[in-house]
């Protein structure tokens, strides 16, 4: 007989309709019911990190019946697919966005569009410069200063020295955190350094391309020994905002956002108007011109 309770859990693991979900009896794989999935999806309907209630079956898979509202959501356009939403992970404590240092080099205006996505949602981050020991850590730190500037906490790791490890640990301690990032900047070498014995295979950045390989295949919840748990997802190629329109934007650049006000106009886009309090800052230094160029490219609606 069919068991008719229903029992909370989160999902830990995603891949094509079926969901690893952890409760309080154990791991179920599980799949939607119908109606979760019925008629035109503009957003993954289940992903990594949402929480739901499952009903057993007999042979013990599970039926999920009920997702719960998300918090907060790290997500993107879908590749390829202009009107739907790509879920990476639901309801993530913290994130945190590993860019390398070099091999390959950091592609700051994909970071610039994470940021964005975590500004509207609320998501505490953290920005994580890996393989620092590739480069002069001097030369890093004046790359990635502008974050800390900006009131992001950037951490330096080598995940081959095991520097900034211990830290990177304590940060990620009983928090549901999702590591997002470019193919290749270290994720999964990250995670091993982290954690021995994860099993997370790597790859070598190509040596034809001087660009990632991907490694994770699904978006998966790890639990850590410290307690929570940390969401290792594919490589990014491209990241497209979702559900941002370009005269919200300038509230998701800190730098900005304060000079708004300052404008001539009310409804400046910060592009070309004269009087313009954001251009000025540019002009004086007090905005990095690379920051501005990747607001500019976004609001424009221009691939990253």
Not at 99 to 108: G, Y
Not at 199 to 211: D, M
Request: glycine residues 10%; proline residues 5%; hydrophobic residues 40%.
């Amino acid at each position: 007989m069919t068991d008719t309770a229903l029992y909370s859990g989160m999902i830990v693991r995603a891949q094509s309709g079926f969901f690893g979900v952890e409760t309080g009896e154990g791991l179920v794989v599980a799949q939607l019911r119908g109606r979760h999935t019925r008629g035109r999806q503009e957003t993954d309907a289940a992903a990594v990190g949402d929480l739901v209630k499952v009903r057993l079956l007999e042979d013990g898979t599970g039926v999920i019946e009920e997702i719960e509202p998300r918090s907060r959501v790290l997500s993107r356009r879908a590749p390829g697919r202009r009107e739907v939403e790509q879920v990476i992970v639901a309801n993530p404590d913290q994130a945190v966005f590993v860019f390398a240092c070099a091999d390959p080099a950091p592609n700051f205006r994909m970071l610039d569009r994470l940021l964005v996505v975590a500004e509207r949602e609320g998501i505490p981050t953290l920005i994580c410069a890996n393989k620092i020991d590739l480069v002069v850590p001097r030369s890093a730190k004046r790359e990635f200063g502008e974050y800390d500037r900006l009131g992001y906490r950037v951490i330096y790791t080598s995940a081959l020295k095991g520097k900034g490890v211990r830290t990177l640990i304590k940060l990620l301690k009983n928090k549901l955190s999702v590591l997002a990032g470019p193919s290749g900047a270290g994720k999964s070498s990250l995670l091993n350094a982290i954690q021995p014995g994860l099993g997370l295979r790597t790859k070598e950045v190509s040596r034809g391309t001087r660009k990632g390989q991907h490694v994770t295949v699904v978006p998966e919840l790890l639990p850590l020994d410290v307690g929570g748990f940390v969401a290792d997802t594919p490589g990014l190629k491209a990241f497209a905002l979702w559900d941002i329109e370009p005269d919200e934007l300038d509230a998701y650049f800190p730098e900005m956002r304060t000079l708004v006000s300052e404008c001539e106009f009310s409804d400046c886009t910060h592009l070309h108007e004269p009087g313009c309090a954001v251009i000025a800052a540019v002009e004086r230094g007090q905005i990095s011109p690379e920051r501005y160029d990747s607001y500019h490219r976004m609001r424009l609606g221009e691939a990253d």
